[in-house]
């Protein structure tokens, strides 16, 4: 049986990977994205109005559906004493905010059985330096996705999010142009490497489906192990290649 699942953020990095991979496993894959590719929906997930006309339009389009990813994130870098209040609020409202507004009315509307997925983060429970708004907001997500999981149950839906480490997408490639940072996450790695989209797409393709029927309310970490050791210093990098 072809499920049908809606991607958001699947126009790029591991949500583009995620819905190459389900299509290719048979799953019938709506994209959405702030500039989707051909065929997708264009949604904001900080415009509750569009997030849920975004749901809408897939049941008018395929009468039901049974799975979310929800890969939408942005990120920021900053020292606590004065980041900049609007700066955070941005990221918190697209990493959490946005998270909750997709959980919200996906899970009004998805298939009794259905299973919601948020991408959050190593940050959701490693603190990194310069991070604040994207740990504050991812270790939101976690919480947030508890919460839903608990909630949701009764109707079968089972909620959980993906914390990756260190993979290469446009969200993190910015970052690995700073000289000494990638190096410094890869030491700080048990296993060594960074992960590849692949990785990631495989693990959510996994917690949609069948097999993962009595798995809710997780947060799977993959990332190499990276969560035993330390968070590179990303300040003393910034500070060190430009002063």
């Known amino acids: 049986m072809s499920l049908t699942t809606v991607v ?3 126009a790029s990095g591991i949500g583009q990977a995620c819905a190459a991979d389900l299509v290719a496993h048979g799953h019938t894959v709506v994209v959405a994205d702030l500039v989707p590719p051909t065929g997708g929906i264009a949604v904001d997930v900080t415009d509750e109005a569009g997030v849920a006309a975004l749901f809408d339009q897939v049941l008018a389009d395929h009468g039901s ?5 929800n890969c939408a994130g942005v990120s920021t870098l900053g020292a606590v004493v004065d980041h900049d209040a ?3 609020r941005r990221v918190v409202d697209v990493c959490l905010t946005g998270a909750f507004l997709v959980l919200k009315h996906a899970g009004s509307r998805v298939a009794d059985g259905g299973s919601l997925i948020t991408l959050s983060s190593l940050n959701g429970r490693q603190p990194g330096g310069g991070l604040v708004a994207y740990c504050s907001a991812k270790a939101g997500v976690n919480m947030l996705t508890q ?3 608990l909630e949701l149950a009764a109707r079968g839906i089972r909620v959980n999010s993906v914390a990756p480490g260190l993979v290469v997408t446009p969200l993190t490639a910015p ?3 700073i000289p000494g940072i990638e190096d410094d996450y890869l030491e700080n790695t ?3 490497r960074s992960g590849e989209p ?7 393709r996994f917690l949609l489906g069948d097999e993962s029927r009595w798995i809710t309310g997780e947060s799977l970490d993959i ?3 990276a969560h035993l050791k330390r968070y590179p210093d990303l300040q003393a990098h910034v500070m060190k290649a430009f002063g």
Request: hydrophobic fraction near 55%; glycine fraction near 20%.
């Open 8 to 10: 958001i953020g699947g």
């Open 65 to 69: 559906f049974d799975g979310v990813v």
């Open 86 to 88: 609007a700066e955070f």
């Open 147 to 149: 919460v839903a999981a």
């Open 175 to 177: 970052a690995m142009d």
């Open 190 to 192: 048990p296993l060594g």
């Open 198 to 204: 692949s990785e990631i797409a495989a693990a959510l």
């Open 223 to 225: 990332n190499g192990g």
